[in-house]
């Protein structure tokens, strides 16, 4: 029986990074969704980054960045160019999204609110964005690796080696996702960006495009809208029923293509190739598949099992014999030799540089970052893209590590959303070096988070809103927002300046004590700063002499 198409079809990707216009059978298919739908509620912004994205309204890119003229890509719901932040020289992908071209109202706000709730090395970050009257603009990460799309076509096929490193990448976010609540829904190789050009085993995937994903989770009403793209969607999404599962099938298609160069379910038209899916027969040609091993057909074959009842999760595709034959737990990963002291000095730290180390450890490049992240994938045990104390502990010592007698105080501090687990960037701010947070570069572009009204300085109110996300143990949360502005406006005129917050981030931190209300003799050199203790109200603070 032939399955009838979609009623309606709508080409591109609102949140595509296409370097060419695709072939038809990659085309997305939507169903537009009535109002009201319960898989478009909007996604929580619980996490500290989110806190940390600015969205400016009725104020063009071009107001912060220099915009290079030629476009990195082009697809039929926007384009993305290079844009080179003046102020900090940071350089970012700008895509612009004509308002006109967006086909549900709320989509676009709901591709925003999922970037900004996720923290995960595997997943492309956002960094801020704009509004005109005219266009959506999104200031994103840069990958200059191109799509893996494109590297599909430039190799044909993969080693099973490369296969494991992709794969495990790509179900880690997966992984992350839908633990989180985020079904992508729109996986395909089109929507996964290498972050540089070379080998693939030193190169790490990231997903992208947001567009068509959705808060969900087990336990919640099924999802209805028919959505996805036909090479890669799951039969349960042509019956209008289904759950965080179809993921999974679309990882088990892309998996299928870089091993063998050709999809599993193929047709002349998309009717055909939607009828084949809904049959869900999965075979492996001899010609295609000689050279391939039988756990990597294993491990397709249980992702693509039509019932998702029975079908493999990502974190179950994780502990596949295939990786543990292809991609053993990545290579010898070495402690910096700093790490546990600067984990222990992020503890005694005040709200205020704890939010600016997360947003400066967010804006960092992978190069920059490279050590840690290997770090942060190696203690990731379970593969869930967030850290729990025993995973951390746990691993330190597995690498050789001395822990010290308060180490578990020290995680404590480490957790500024209070969430529980360590997140990927939370671990990125308390374990990055000093010589590399006190960069000027980096110094500016978080000073630029907090100056909100872009005049140069940061004020009291937002002060107030950079530390209004960051929980703390009870003797620093306590210090109230004027201690904190009376501690570093060195010259007392009020605000902040970019002096005064550089002078913050490269002094060394001496311990917040509670103390009774008479003066306490105490004093203290840090870096170039004279500082000793002034009791305002029973709290101690630091002030300059």
């Known amino acids: 029986m032939m399955f009838v198409p979609f009623p309606e079809l709508i080409f591109g990707s609102l949140a595509d990074f296409l370097f060419k216009e695709r072939p038809p059978n990659g085309r997305r298919v939507q169903e537009r969704p009535p109002r009201g739908r319960h898989e478009d509620r909007r996604p929580s912004k ?12 009725s104020k063009h890119p071009r107001a912060k960045y220099d915009l290079e003229k030629i476009n990195l890509g082009e697809g039929a719901y926007g384009t993305v160019c290079r844009g080179i932040d003046r102020k900090s020289k940071a350089v970012r992908a700008i895509k612009t999204v004509p308002k006109a071209k967006v086909p549900v109202a709320n989509q676009f706000k709901t591709e925003i609110d999922v970037m900004k709730a996720v923290d995960h090395p595997n997943i492309i970050k956002l960094y801020e964005t704009f509004e005109d009257q005219r266009n959506f603009y999104l200031a994103m990460e840069l990958c200059e690796g191109g799509e893996l799309f494109d590297a599909i076509i430039e190799h044909g096929t993969f080693s099973q080696g490369d296969v494991a490193i992709i794969m495990r990448q790509v179900l880690r976010a997966v992984f992350y996702m839908h633990n989180n609540g985020v079904v992508h829904r729109d996986l395909k190789p089109e929507n996964f960006l290498l972050d540089s050009k070379g080998p693939i085993s030193k190169t790490m995937v990231k997903v992208v495009d947001f567009g068509l994903s959705c808060r969900w989770v087990q336990g919640d009403r099924m999802m209805t809208q028919k959505i996805g793209t036909p090479t890669y969607v799951a039969p349960e999404v042509l019956k209008g029923s289904y759950g965080n599962e179809v993921d999974v099938w679309s990882c088990a298609v892309i998996m299928y293509i870089i091993l063998c160069g050709s999809a599993p379910f193929r047709g002349k038209n998309d009717g055909d190739i939607l009828t084949n899916v809904l049959r869900g027969v999965v075979t492996f040609k001899e010609r295609e598949w000689k050279n391939v091993s039988s756990s990597a057909k294993d491990m397709i074959k249980r992702m693509l099992v039509r019932d998702p009842r029975e079908r493999m999760t990502a974190e179950h595709a994780l502990s596949h014999t295939f990786f543990h034959a292809n991609s053993p737990q990545g290579h010898d990963v070495t402690l910096p030799k700093t790490m546990i002291q600067n984990l222990k000095a992020f503890r005694e730290v005040d709200r205020f540089k704890k939010a600016a180390l997360h947003v400066i450890a967010q804006h960092l490049n992978n190069p920059e970052i490279e050590k840690l992240m290997e ?17 951390i502990v746990d691993g330190i010592r597995r690498l050789g590590g001395s822990l010290p007698s308060d180490f578990t105080e020290v995680l404590t501090g480490i957790d500024t959303d209070g969430s529980g687990v360590i997140d990927y960037t939370e671990f990125l701010a308390a374990s990055i070096d000093q010589k590399l947070y006190c960069q000027e570069q980096s110094c500016r572009e978080a000073f630029s988070i907090f100056d909100l009204d872009g005049d140069g300085t940061i004020a009291l109110d937002e002060l107030s809103k950079a530390v209004e996300h960051i929980t703390d143990d009870a003797a620093v949360k306590e210090m109230s927002i004027e201690d904190l502005m009376a501690q570093y406006d060195l010259n007392k005129d009020g605000v902040i300046d970019f002096s005064e917050f550089l002078a913050m981030m490269e002094s060394h931190e001496v311990k917040r004590i509670r103390t009774p209300r008479c003066p306490t003799q105490f004093r203290s050199i840090t870096h170039s700063l004279n500082i000793i203790p002034e009791v305002h109200g029973g709290q101690t603070c630091i002030v300059t002499l």
């Open 46 to 57: 619980s996490l500290t980054n989110a806190a940390f994205i600015i969205e400016n309204h």
């Open 375 to 391: 770090v942060f994938i190696k203690l990731d045990v379970n593969e869930d893209g967030q850290l729990s104390q025993q995973e």
